[in-house]
């Protein structure tokens, strides 16, 4: 058992204090958000994701884990610091680490007895050594610390059996030290034989921009092909899985749809083209990735433009869907924005309805008219058209909808309807990449 404190408790700082109390450590969260702080001390938890709520009571029950805004405090007590803070996109699409930099300084200020500080924020190539130096800075030149890189790789949604089953661990440390003691910190995987990669700092910060480059390149790639897939004739979802049957290629993240969102593909394929330029290396396939995506958010609207006959002035449109993936009230980046954006600026008559997302989005559209159901969103209406492929909407009655809608026109952007079934009753309908 160790002693821990994590620093942040956003959705990456929450989940991994959550998982790591499981694991049976002592684990301290700690924000400067005193109003999330109360909340979580009792037992409220800020972001929906399934499972949380659960372990986090559990472990609050046993003990192990509490939430407390005493920095200073959390850091002596400590033997491992995990940095969780936020780093979002600056203006010029470098991550800004600013809060990272910040907590370095406390952790300098506050460096009792030997520690191991470790970043788990997705930072730029670089930050540990700029974090080491920060910490040496702030405790008079003092070596008694090790640094160690641990990226997350997180899926909304998934995160809490990501967290406690995941594929492996990357660990960057600066020494044997320190590595050996994140090796304790991981111990309960071994059981589950999760792989345990050990690298330089530098090299486990390169893997996380790297993967979720590479995914986000992926989907990008299948969104290219449903769009050849369309202009020649195929069914993209036959192409896909035949392709993902290639041991050497994988089915995951294989599926199509209108463009990637969230709060990682889009910063941090952004992040890295921008560590590319100044390293002085290009790196053409995340440039045309990210243009490409952009390109595939607009074709949904362009696509539902054409269905409801070239023209949304005074259409009512239903938008089912507003998160950027089912299982989360996250709308960052979500193609739906561009959609309701898109929608609003062509003067369409727009009703909403996401299962939790509707807050979420209410705080880009204030205006929003979001039902409650989706046969309330599709009640009269001209248009509808599915944005995130929600187990309700695969599950919808397809003939009351049509008898609801004043003309049954779908456009379904994460192909979960069957083609065969929308033909047979008569909607008029498109997708991505499969018949219409
Ligand atoms: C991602 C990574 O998966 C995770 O490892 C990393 O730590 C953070 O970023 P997340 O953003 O939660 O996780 O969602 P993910 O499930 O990866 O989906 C991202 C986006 O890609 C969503 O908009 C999703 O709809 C889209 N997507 C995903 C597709 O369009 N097709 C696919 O086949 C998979």
Known sequence: ????????????????????????????????????????????????????????????????????????????????????????????????????????????????????????????????????????????????????????????????????????????????????????????????ETPIVHTTIATAETIKYASNAFLA??????????????????????????????????????????????SCFPKDTNALVSIAEKAGVEIATIKATIAANQAQKQRMVDKLRKLAGGDFTNRKIAVLGLAFKPQTDDVRDSAAIIMLRELYAAGADVTAYDPVAAESMRALFPDLNCADSWQAAVADADAAVIMTEWNEFRAMDLKMMKSMMKTAVLLDTRNIIPPADLERLGFKFDNVGRQS
Request: net charge negative; proline share 4%.
């Open 217 to 262: 390149m992926k989907i990008t790639f299948i969104n290219e092909v449903a769009n050849l897939c369309e202009a020649v004739n195929a069914d993209v979802h036959q192409v896909a899985k035949a392709m993902g049957l290639d041991g050497r290629i994988s089915a995951k993240f294989l599926h199509p749809g209108p463009g990637y969102g969230g």
């Open 1 to 192: 058992m160790k002693k821990i404190t994590v620093i942040g408790t956003g959705y990456v700082g929450l989940v991994s204090g959550t998982g790591l109390s499981d694991f049976g450590h002592q684990v301290t969260c700690c924000d400067i958000d005193e109003k999330k702080i109360t909340a979580l001390k009792n037992g409220q938890i800020p972001i929906y994701e399934p499972g949380l709520e659960e372990v986090i009571k559990r472990n609050i029950e046993q003990g192990r884990l509490v939430f407390t805004t005493e920095l200073a405090q959390s850091i002596r007590s400590a033997e491992v610091v995990f940095i969780a803070v936020g780093t979002p996109q600056s203006d010029n699409g470098e991550a800004d680490i600013s809060a990272v930099l910040k907590v370095a300084e406390e952790i300098g200020q506050n460096l009792n007895r030997y520690k191991v500080v470790c970043t788990k924020s997705t930072v730029p190539v670089g930050t540990g050594q700029q974090v080491s130096q920060i910490i040496r800075e702030n405790s008079n030149g003092s070596d008694q610390f090790g640094y160690v890189s641990n990226p997350e790789f997180l899926r909304e949604g998934a995160a809490v059996k990501d967290f406690l089953w995941p594929d492996r661990v990357v660990i960057g440390a600066d020494s044997e030290r320190s590595f050996n003691i994140m090796k304790d910190v991981y111990r309960p995987l071994y059981i589950n």
